[in-house]
């Protein structure tokens, strides 16, 4: 610092930070010798807070906006120091700006596979990656327990430890949604969801905030996908004998737009050959479909008469009906009965087939 710089910091005391990186968590305010005057005019700007350290202890914390820096507004600061009744300039102490705005489109993911355990494939690895945006939420916490007396402070200097937390309760996240691994996909907002959950504990223990989490994508080892793509393509298939018809059915249209006698022709007439030499020999060595049982004949029916009683006709009545007419006496030999086929009425006495009902009953007996 050139002798004018001197002269101008001693004339002219303000305290401010113009931020022109995109990266910086905490920049550390520099002066000669940490002095800072009675009165000096303190800037804080939107996105940051200014933190008072004496001698490495945490005093006052200021937030946006302009302060004439006396004791009124450095109470901490004036206890620390022993300034009952104010100071007289210079004083010392060392003040950091912490930029409380939101760091986005950070990266995490996981350096190796992780192993977890699904329902329908069992043990599988799965890798993942996706963005995550945080901020620092309290400052003096930032201060104690990360940044220490680090002039400069950058989100590569913290990004490491922080993609680890997010790896390390990804494993958690997973294993308590119990999402079967083909469902992953459309469950990414809610693992995203409880990851944040599972982090914010670790995460504030550093005095920030994770404001949001993003997971990109979760696959599967290559290995592991090729099957899962064979599988697939099986599901889609079906049939593999039609497929395997429709596959010689367009290699016979290929070989006939080859030219006659053309060595691709040949070899495709080969292979067309042993192809349906195979199939004609699957199909030869397919037992025949065993004959249908033949079909028994349909039962005879059995006639049914009409009978005569009282110059009424009733029925017509099975063989059963007309057992039953003959025991109530209703149905006698002098009976006139008639069935299909029958010219004239006839006595039940004089039909074969009626005989049999009146094998028990004697004739009516013979006029005296």
């Known amino acids: 610092m050139g002798l004018w710089d001197k002269i101008k910091g ?17 920049y550390r305010f520099e002066r000669q010798g940490n002095e800072i005057k009675n009165g000096a005019k303190l800037i804080v700007r939107e996105g940051q807070n200014a933190v008072f350290v004496n001698q490495g202890q945490i005093a006052d914390c200021f937030y946006p906006g302009t302060y ?51 329902p329908e494939f069992g043990p599988v690895r799965l890798r993942a990656f996706g963005t995550y945006a945080v901020r620092v939420g309290y400052p003096e916490t930032f201060i104690q327990e990360i940044v220490g007396t680090n002039a400069h402070f950058t989100t590569d200097d913290i990004i490491g430890q922080l993609r ?38 670790d995460i504030q ?22 099957a899962l793509d064979k599988r697939s393509s099986m599901g889609i298939l079906g049939d593999m004998n039609k497929y395997t018809q429709f596959q010689t059915a367009e290699a016979i249209e290929k070989a006939a737009s080859q030219p006659v006698g053309s060595a691709a022709a040949q070899g495709m007439g080969m292979g067309m050959g ?70 004239n009425w006839t006595k039940a006495s004089e039909v074969a087939d009626l005989a049999s009902l009146f094998g028990s009953t004697p004739p009516p007996l013979p006029p005296s």
Do not use: C
Not at 13 to 26: A, F, G, K, Q
Not at 205 to 226: C, D, F, Q, R, W
């Open 274 to 343: 042993f192809a349906m030499a195979n199939q004609m020999g699957q199909a030869i060595q397919q037992p025949a479909p065993a004959p249908a049982a033949a079909a028994p004949p349909p039962l005879p029916q059995a006639k049914s008469y009409h009978i005569g009683v009282n110059n009424q006709q009733l029925g017509p009545f099975d063989m059963n009906a007309l057992a039953q007419h003959v025991a109530n006496g209703t149905l006698t030999r002098e009976t006139l009965v008639w069935t299909s086929g029958m010219a």
């Open 10 to 26: 001693q004339l002219i005391d303000v305290i401010e930070w113009l931020d022109d990186s995109r990266d910086t968590l905490v």
């Open 68 to 118: 004439e820096l006396e004791t009124k507004n450095l109470p901490i600061l004036s206890t620390l120091q022993a300034w009952p009744h104010g100071f007289n300039s210079p004083f010392k102490a060392e003040v950091y700006f912490v930029s409380t705005r939101q760091f986005t489109d950070l990266k995490w993911g996981t350096k190796n596979p992780i192993m977890v355990r699904d």
């Open 205 to 226: 223990a550093y005095g920030l905030e994770l404001t949001s989490l993003l997971i990109e994508n979760i696959s599967l080892p290559p290995e592991v996908e090729k």
């Open 164 to 201: 680890n937390i997010i790896v390390a309760r990804f494993s958690d996240a997973v294993a308590e949604q119990k999402v079967p691994l083909l469902d992953l996909a459309s469950n990414y907002d809610e693992l995203g969801t409880r990851l944040t959950d599972l982090m914010a504990p």
